[in-house]
């Protein structure tokens, strides 16, 4: 029996993480260290999945390089946690062609977020690629490859974990008890809205704050921010419950202001620019200490490289193990 229980989650590298990635995951992967064991991934296989073209690969080292410049700048710690790249433990490819032995085809066809993604790619079923179909078996090879218990993942994620399942249930049915099988683990977090106030803050629709983001550009960034539409001039009330930026303010502004900022919102006592320039000084601070870390680590010649090749070797050991086990009990000693 393993000591302490052992956490696994992947992200997929996509460059500078926002405050949305912040809040919504990065923050909780970081408390976590205190609790479990902590084995975190930069998904670069995943990424291929939907990938189509060859500049598009080319972009994939330095997303991996900026991506885990925030996790170490969140907290994010190489001498508790591991923290690697998928690529670099091959092993996963090779528990996913084994793993797409006892994974019936309708079991993925019926997945939501592949139906979702092929509409989304303006594919069909005859022409979405194979890699696509497999991409839970992929995630579900990530997890069991190192045997965790639970998997910290958003609401979204949730079908693919219930795949999981299902596929380490067959698998020790077939072969014997190998695998635990692993929970989702869902954390509470706050909806973040991007920019423009309509929709989930996402990269892809450039309404996002990254947190590597100067100061002074943040500032430029709140005040392009989606206000309450009503609001046309600073002498009519404000509905804060309908404005992006107090939503923000729930987040980054001390509880002790929130009520004062409530107040003369819906009294016609402050502006717009006025509370946006609030906001951007609160994102500043909360966010300043882990910036400053963040640029200490950038200007380390070689330290990402390092820290993943630490972890790299760390995730290897395990991987390994299990792959002699899967390899035994498959008839393929
Ligand atoms: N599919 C996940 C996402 O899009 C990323 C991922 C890949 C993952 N492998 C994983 C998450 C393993 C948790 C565990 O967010
Ligand atoms: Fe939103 Fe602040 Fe303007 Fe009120 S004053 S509408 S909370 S930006």
């Not at 408390?31 to 991934?41: F, K, N």
């Not at 979405?128 to 965790?148: E, H, M, R, S």
């Not at 999981?164 to 683990?185: C, D, L, S, Y």
């Not at 309450?228 to 001039?233: A, G, I, L, Y």
Request: net charge negative; proline share 5%; charged share 25%.
């Amino acid at each position: 029996m393993q000591q302490t229980r052992r956490i696994f989650s992947g992200m997929r590298p996509t460059g500078r993480l926002h405050i949305g990635n912040y809040l919504g995951a990065l923050k909780n992967w970081v408390e976590l260290q205190d609790s479990y064991q902590c084995i975190y991934c930069a998904v670069d296989i995943h990424a291929l999945t939907t990938i189509s073209s060859a500049e598009e690969t080319g972009d994939i080292a330095v997303n991996i390089e900026e991506m885990v410049l925030d996790w170490l700048a969140a907290g994010l710690d190489p001498e508790r946690s591991i923290l690697f790249v998928q690529s670099h433990v091959p092993e996963v490819m090779s528990l996913h062609t084994l793993l797409s032995m006892v994974t019936p085809l309708g079991w993925l066809m019926r997945v939501p977020t592949f139906k979702e993604k092929v509409r989304q790619m303006g594919e069909t079923d005859e022409t979405v690629n194979y890699g696509l179909v497999g991409y839970p078996v992929l995630q579900t090879a990530d997890i069991i490859l190192y045997k965790a218990d639970a998997v910290p993942v958003g609401e979204d994620q949730v079908p693919h974990l219930e795949l999981a399942r299902e596929i380490v249930r067959r698998f020790n049915n077939m072969f014997g008890e190998t695998f635990p099988e692993p929970q989702a683990k869902l954390t509470e977090v706050p909806l973040i809205v991007g920019l423009d106030g309509q929709q989930k803050m996402s990269k892809s629709l450039d309404n996002h704050i990254d947190i590597a983001l100067s100061p002074e550009d943040t500032r430029k960034r709140v005040l392009t921010a989606y206000t309450d539409p009503k609001r046309t001039h600073r002498n009519i009330p404000g509905t804060p419950e309908v404005c992006n930026v107090y939503s923000l303010h729930k987040t980054f502004t001390p509880s002790a202001d929130l009520n004062e900022i409530y107040q003369e919102c819906t009294g016609a006592l402050r502006g717009c620019v006025d509370c946006k320039r609030q906001l951007a000084s609160n994102i500043n601070k909360h966010l300043g200490p882990l910036r400053d870390r963040r640029e200490e680590y950038r200007a380390r010649p070689g330290y990402v490289k390092e820290v993943l090749e630490h972890g790299e070797e760390q995730a290897r050991r395990i991987a390994r193990e299990t792959m002699a086990e899967v390899n035994e009990k498959m008839g393929l000693a």
